[in-house]
């Protein structure tokens, strides 16, 4: 994995604020859908079918979170040093600035 250089005062300490932020919200929605499925089965009511439902659905879009995290290339990126914020990929060149 090749270091991110910024741009503006070429520091290599920089951030990818997106993939983080995709990462937090994949794991709270796959612990929060595992948490509603298994309220969902040691219930035993009519209102267990929807828990599951609303869960199984948690899960996909965490499933779908996780996909796009590692196959998506377009990134937002920060310097530690200046506070410069960018977008771009890794292999891009020419950053956009935000």
């Not at 741009?7 to 993939?19: A, M, P, Q, R, V």
């Not at 599951?52 to 879009?61: F, P, S, T």
């Amino acid at each position: 994995m090749s270091q991110i250089q910024c741009s503006n005062c070429n520091s290599y300490k920089t951030l990818s604020e997106t993939k983080s932020y995709k990462i937090k919200v994949t794991t709270w929605c796959f612990i929060f859908g595992l948490l509603l499925y298994y309220m969902g089965y040691i219930n035993e009511t009519a209102s267990a079918g929807f828990i599951m439902l609303i869960a199984v659905c948690l899960l996909g879009v965490s499933v779908v979170f996780l996909v796009f995290t590692f196959t998506h290339r377009t990134d937002r990126f920060k310097c530690k040093s200046c506070g410069y914020k960018w977008e771009g990929t890794i292999t891009n060149d020419e950053p956009k600035d935000i």
